[in-house]
């Protein structure tokens, strides 16, 4: 077998490569405004973020705040925040693995 030089393989690949990343992108774009909730303490207390990591509300039951305090209210809050970040997290991950039928190229996404 003879190599021929020239770059039209690499090139190639370099062009797919670059659709790939735009349609990524708009597959983000589309997808980034979505919200994903997350509850904790027993549904006492909830996050609301975006999947663009966007914390868009936090919400919490007077009562709960009064009968446990300021900390395990904090800590839930804490926990459900971390909660809905990773629900998010996987929600662009699958929509992404619709795009790119799974595969995941490091550095593109």
Known sequence: MQYRGGGGG????????ARMQRKIEQARAEIK???VSFSAAG????AVVTCE???KRLEVDPAFLQSEGAELTLDA????VNGALEAADKKVDDH???VT???KVPGLY
């Not at 690499?10 to 490569?17: G, P």
């Not at 549904?43 to 909830?46: A, F, I, L, P, T």
């Not at 809050?77 to 459900?80: D, E, G, N, S, V």
């Open 33 to 35: 405004d979505h919200e």
């Open 77 to 80: 809050l804490a926990a459900a």
């Open 43 to 46: 549904d006492k207390v909830r």
């Open 96 to 98: 992404l693995a619709k």
């Open 10 to 17: 690499m090139n190639e690949i370099v062009r797919q490569a």
């Open 53 to 55: 990591r966007k914390v």
């Open 101 to 103: 039928g799974g595969v």
